[in-house]
Structures are given as C-alpha cells and as structure tokens.
C-alpha cells in the first residue's frame, strides 16, 4: 500500500524530561489510533521528526503539530509517497541525536534546512538501520 512520509524540523520549547516524555505518550497514543509509525531525533536545540502512514492523516498528525507551544519554528523539508515504511513496528521511535548527524555549531547556523532531501532522507535510512542503544528503549507499541 503506497504511504505518505512527511520530516520537519523545529525547535523545542521547554526541553526537559516531563515535558519529553508528555509528547512521546501522546504521540504514540494518536498515532496506535492512526496506523502513525515514524522517529523522532531530539536535542535541546532541535527535533527533527518523521512521519509516515496514510496521506490524509499523516496531514492531520502535522497539522496537529504545528499548533503545539511545546516547540516553535517548525519547517517542513520533504514530504512524498513510499511503498515501505522505515519504522514499521514504531508508533514513535525516540532516538538520541547522534555525532555522525550535525555538530551544535551545524545546527545553529541551519545545517539542517540547508540540507538536501536526500542528505535528510538518508539520516532517517541510517537511523532505521542503527539499533537503539542498551540505555535507549524497546519499541512502542506497533501501529497496525
Ligand atoms: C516534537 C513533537 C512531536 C510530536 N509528535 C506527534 C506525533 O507523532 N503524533 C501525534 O499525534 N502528536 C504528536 N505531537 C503532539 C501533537 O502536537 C498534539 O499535541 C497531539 O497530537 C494532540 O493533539 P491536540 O493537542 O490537538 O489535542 C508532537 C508534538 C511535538 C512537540
């Protein structure tokens, strides 16, 4: 079944824990609810998420998103149809910002939304790809 992916970028607002955790359990909820699967890298000065499932409710999941205080400045940098998704068995992968992605520095001056499709598609391909770390979780729950 063809499926929609859409990655944004954005900044968080309050980055802590509580504030971390609230987002994954909410996410994972709506997304168990809307065959959502996807991850999202985060870091005090940046989230960078995908989302994949249904076109018309991977729209609705972002722009649900758009509307949240928890983060500002949220860009779009690619979205477009697939036939695999790259976190089938995901409701919400949560994963660390890795060293091989961008430095601090990168990130403060927009690597990010400089970034080509391609170079932004291929950090999620190498994130599907890494296992999670022992002091990482176990996988949410599946969505359908
Ligand atoms: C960085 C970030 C990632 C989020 N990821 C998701 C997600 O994958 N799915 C989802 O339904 N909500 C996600 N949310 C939460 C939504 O913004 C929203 O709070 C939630 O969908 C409930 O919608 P409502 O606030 O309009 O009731 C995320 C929020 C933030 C800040």
Known sequence: MRQSQLIYTSRPFGFDDQTLNGILLSARHFNVRDGIT???????????????????LVTATFAR????????EVVGLWSGDTTTRMFADWAMRHDPFRSWMWTRAEVAQGAVHKASADEI????????????????????????
């Open 38 to 56: 996807g991850a999202l890298i985060c870091r005090d000065d940046m989230y960078l998420q995908m989302l994949e499932g249904p076109r018309n």
């Open 65 to 72: 998103i758009l509307r949240d205080d928890r983060h500002v």
């Open 121 to 144: 598609r291929a950090v999620f391909a190498r994130v599907a790809a890494e296992p999670l770390s022992a002091n990482e979780e176990a996988p949410s729950t599946p969505a359908g």
